[in-house]
């Protein structure tokens, strides 16, 4: 079956240090790929996404994602977070010719002074 | 709009209630999809709207769930008979054409007590 896992529930990171989130996908061919944010209260943001290409992804708010075939992993990335950082975090997937997306469990990011 | 609206950001209901969960895309996405976002569950797919039709109705947990949709606009989310095990939050997200990247709106927190 198709899945994605986060597996890592909860991370606190210090203000300035960097941020690294886990993503692993079960599929049975290359999906797409997302992560998205959810600040308390709102909806879901979409950082960046992978279709396919370079398997380093720029995305918004300073954040990059690197694509890693061998590994099946989608690993999120910050050099420097900053306190509006914190957040939980959405992995998500669809394969091409599918619609839904499959969401990993999130993952809470904690900035601590 | 500029993005995905919904409506009501709250609703508090009986159980035994009915309500009605309303969806408004981007302008010119054709694609629309609902979600429901709880704490035992996470985020799952509902329901997915191609223009006003629905090819995919699988995730509806139950036949008190409906959908539909508009003038390949506007969408609405129906339970009928509400229990507290509704609790959640809906989620609407639209896209340019199926499979492509999804855009969330905001939310709606429904609370039945």
């Known amino acids: 079956a198709q899945s994605v896992t986060q597996p890592d529930i909860h991370i606190t990171v210090s203000e300035g240090a960097s941020l690294e989130l886990r993503c692993n996908y079960s599929?049975?061919?290359?999906?797409?790929l997302f992560w998205y944010v959810q600040s308390p209260g709102q909806g879901l943001q979409l950082l960046l996404k992978?279709?396919?290409?370079?398997?380093l992804v720029q995305g918004i708010k300073g954040f990059e994602a690197e694509f890693k075939r061998s590994q099946s992993s989608f690993n999120l990335r910050k050099p420097s977070v900053h306190w509006s950082d914190a957040a939980e975090y959405f992995c998500a997937a669809t394969s091409g010719n599918d619609y839904k997306l499959s969401f990993g469990a999130g993952t809470t990011v904690t900035v601590r002074a | 709009g500029a993005g995905v609206s919904q409506s009501p950001s709250n609703k508090v209901t009986e159980k035994g209630k009915d309500v009605e969960l309303r969806c408004d895309p981007i302008?010119?996405?054709?694609?629309l999809y609902w979600y429901r976002q709880s704490l035992g569950q996470g985020l799952e797919f509902l329901i997915y709207f191609q223009g006003n039709s629905a090819p995919d109705k699988s995730g509806l947990p139950s036949d008190r769930f409906s959908a539909e949709r508009t003038g390949g606009s506007v969408s609405t989310l129906t339970i009928q008979r509400t229990q507290q095990e509704d609790s959640a939050v809906y989620l609407c997200?639209?896209?340019?054409?199926?499979?492509?990247?999804?855009?969330f709106g905001p939310g709606t927190r429904l609370t039945v007590l």
């Open positions: 302008s010119g996405h054709t694609a």
């Open positions: 992978y279709f396919s290409g370079d398997t």
């Open positions: 599929y049975g061919a290359t999906p797409y």
């Open positions: 997200a639209s896209s340019s054409q199926g499979a492509d990247t999804q855009y």
